[in-house]
């Protein structure tokens, strides 16, 4: 299995960006996905996570109502909404997969793609 996350970059607070993970090699509907995020200096952690019906969707208490996640399995992408970004929200962004049901920690992911970079200026 291999993710790919892609769409970080450098915004203004308040900005939006759109993160993107396609998928190789386990088709996403038989598995959950999750987005987590590092920051300097931090442990890594929980942002959001989609079931692999994308009937159940968890999310962090700081991203409530700001971030969504979606996912679009023909493409065999998930996908984090970002609006109203704020300065505290610059992390290395890592989109994961779990074989074991909806997770929500590092422990509980069995494969991670590499970060993508989301900087956010005040």
């Known amino acids: 299995v291999q993710l790919q996350a892609s769409g970080g970059g450098l915004v203004q607070a308040g900005g939006s960006l759109r993160l993107s993970c396609v998928a190789s090699?386990?088709?996403?509907?038989?598995?959950?996905m999750a987005w987590f995020r590092q920051a300097p200096g931090k442990e890594r952690e929980f942002v959001a996570a989609?079931?692999?019906?994308?009937?159940?969707?968890y999310y962090a208490d700081f991203v409530k109502g700001r971030f969504d996640i979606s996912r679009d399995t023909a493409k065999n992408t998930v996908y984090l909404q970002m609006n109203s970004l704020k300065p505290e929200d610059t992390a290395v962004h890592y989109c994961?997969?779990?074989?074991?049901?909806?997770?929500?920690?590092?422990?509980?992911?069995?494969?991670w793609g590499k970060g993508t970079q989301v900087t956010v200026s005040s």
């Open positions: 989609i079931s692999g019906s994308g009937v159940t969707r």
């Open positions: 994961a997969l779990s074989t074991r049901g909806l997770r929500r920690t590092v422990d509980g992911m069995d494969y």
């Open positions: 090699g386990r088709t996403i509907s038989t598995a959950s």
